[in-house]
Structures are given as structure tokens and as C-alpha cells.
């Protein structure tokens, strides 16, 4: 079993540590829905003892991460339907208020850096590792999100970010959705660019609500 990292920070305790770097490793895929949360197998790969390891465990159960199965134990919760509509729900408005924000405030700086974005995505996708890719789409709509010019409107998307990247990694495992994302990317910023921010809000909407259509197909493949 692989060794996970631990992302350790000087200012937090141990347990939020751990907390941490399982609930990134659960955002990512490393810990899969339904794998079991082995204390002491957790403990070894992450090199601390058992307490903070189970001290996080509750704070993911707290977030609803990872649920306790009578005579089993602790896992990664499984994803849902209801769970992930809601969370694609929230992002599909925010990421509306974003765009429509961008076409109005957005700086020649931020268009140029929703281009870079945008390049590395492609360059990405034509890769094909879905961790790199899930990252180069989380910034290609980070850089919309800071061309908003909005600083509470980016908090509120970081605060959600790592709830979206469980979904848009199980988004990006189907490689033959890459050209759509690749064009609809395209449309999006040529819409930033001509300013049109009424094509730009559709677009997103539409971007969102094929990543939720595909998603809930998944979901209820592994159902």
C-alpha cells in the first residue's frame, strides 16, 4: 500500500494534519468511496500513531467524508446523487456570478491569464493524466475567478473547492469528454474576451450541468 504524504503545518495539531491530508487524499481519489479507514494501516502510511489518525476520522465524519459501518468500521463515505446535485447546485451559480463578474471587471492581465489557463489545459488533456488534468481545469476557472475582481465571491469557491474536485476528478476519468471540455472552454473565454456576458452565463451553465449529467450516469453505475 502506497505511503500517503503527510502535509504537515508547523501552526496546526497533529489530528488536523491528518485531518487534512485524508481529506485531500478522498478529494483526489487516493482514498476511494467505500475503502475502509484502517487505523493502524493509516497510521504506518502517514508515519504518526493512532490517535490523531482517529481523532481525524471523526472530524471527516463530522464533514460527512467518511461514515462508520456497524461490525466494519470507518470509511470514505460513498458518493450520492443528493450530495453531489447539491454541491454542483452551489458551483453553477457561483461559477455564473464569476463569469458575468469577469466580463465586467476583468483587467487585460486577467484575460491573459485565463488564456494561459486555457493553453495548459489543452495541454494537459492531450496528456492525459486525470490528476493533472482535474488541476489545470481548477485553474482555468480559478483564473475566472480572480478576474471577477470579487475577493468574498473567490473565498466562497475556495471553500468549496475541495468538494467539486472529488467530482471533477470522477468527471475527468472519461477521457472522451476532453474535446467538449476543450471547446466549451474555448467558447468561454472567447466570450470573456468579446465581453458578451450573457453567452459567457450560458455557457457556464451549460459547462456545469454536463459535468453533473455525467457524474450522476457514474454514480448510479456504481449503485
Given at each position: 500500500m502506497?505511503k500517503l ?6 501552526y ?8 487534512q491530508?485524508?481529506?485531500?487524499a478522498i478529494f483526489k481519489g487516493?482514498?476511494?468511496p ?15 500513531s ?8 471523526r ?23 443528493k ?25 487585460e ?13 489543452e495541454?494537459k ?12 481545469d ?8 480572480q ?20 467530482y471533477?476528478v470522477?468527471?475527468?476519468?472519461d477521457?472522451?469528454?476532453?474535446p ?12 470573456l ?14 459547462h ?16
Amino acid at each position: 500500500m502506497d505511503k500517503l504524504e503527510l502535509n504537515m503545518n508547523a501552526y496546526l495539531p497533529l489530528r488536523d494534519v491528518v485531518f487534512q491530508t485524508l481529506r485531500e487524499a478522498i478529494f483526489k481519489g487516493e482514498l476511494k468511496p467505500g475503502e475502509r479507514l484502517m487505523e493502524l494501516q493509516l497510521a504506518n502510511r502517514l508515519g504518526v500513531s493512532r490517535t490523531p489518525i482517529r481523532e481525524a476520522i471523526r472530524m471527516l465524519e463530522l464533514e460527512g467524508l467518511a461514515v462508520t459501518v456497524p461490525r466494519k468500521g470507518a470509511e470514505v463515505a460513498r458518493m450520492t446523487e443528493k450530495d453531489m446535485e447539491d454541491v454542483l447546485q452551489i458551483r453553477r451559480a457561483l461559477d455564473e456570478l464569476a463569469v458575468g463578474l469577469a466580463c465586467v471587471n476583468m483587467a487585460e492581465e486577467g484575460l491573459k491569464k485565463i488564456y494561459v489557463a486555457l493553453k495548459n489545459f489543452e495541454k494537459k488533456a492531450m496528456d492525459g493524466n486525470v490528476k493533472e488534468v482535474a488541476q489545470a481545469d481548477v485553474e482555468f476557472h480559478d483564473a475566472i475567478y480572480q478576474a471577477s475582481n470579487n475577493p468574498k465571491l473567490v473565498n466562497m469557491l475556495n471553500n468549496l473547492r475541495g468538494q467539486m474536485f472529488r467530482y471533477r476528478v470522477e468527471y475527468l476519468k472519461d477521457r472522451s469528454i476532453y474535446p467538449r471540455l476543450i471547446g466549451e472552454h474555448a467558447k468561454i473565454y472567447a466570450g470573456l474576451k468579446c465581453q458578451d456576458r450573457d453567452t459567457v452565463v450560458e455557457i457556464v451553465r451549460y459547462h456545469v450541468m454536463n459535468q453533473e449529467i455525467v457524474i450522476k450516469n457514474m454514480i448510479q453505475e456504481m449503485g
